[in-house]
Nanobody
Framework: QVQLVESGGGLVQAGGSLRLSCAASGGTFSNDVKGWFRQAAGKGLEFVAA????????YYTDSVKGRFTISRDNARNTVYLQMNSLKAEDTAVYYC??????????????????WGQGTQVTVSS
């Protein structure tokens, strides 16, 4: 049974940093694309970042470029999201996801096959 477990969320002041982790189990995901999405209260899921299986390619939504960094450790089946210079508008539940289609790096929610339960990030202004 595939399971993704996020950790590292919390409450932080604007300008601060957090590092999210997402550990995968129940399968081998070293070639799969991994992504981070977020959902603010009352809004839909929003793409944040994605990383290729090898880690050589990364993509970000414009609002987090230069502030967030996605990385992965395939030996640990874990993907990370380093979030710096956090803003109040980054407040959301953050989800990690796995896309088993190796031929693309997608920003589309429906393209991802497995999802974590989410971790809350709250940025106070």
């Amino acid at each position: 049974q595939v399971q993704l477990v996020e950790s590292g969320g919390g409450l932080v002041q604007a300008g601060g940093s957090l590092r999210l982790s997402c550990a995968a189990s129940g399968g081998t995901f070293s070639n799969d694309v991994k992504g981070w999405f977020r959902q603010a209260a009352g809004k839909g899921l929003e793409f944040v970042a994605a990383i290729s299986g090898s880690g050589s390619a990364t993509y970000y939504t414009d609002s987090v470029k230069g502030r967030f960094t996605i990385s992965r450790d395939n030996a640990r089946n874990t993907v990370y999201l380093q979030m710096n210079s956090l803003k109040a508008e980054d407040t959301a539940v953050y989800y990690c996801a796995v896309d088993r289609n190796w031929g693309r790096i997608s920003r589309t929610v429906s393209d991802y096959d497995y999802w974590g339960q989410g971790t809350q990030v709250t940025v106070s202004s």
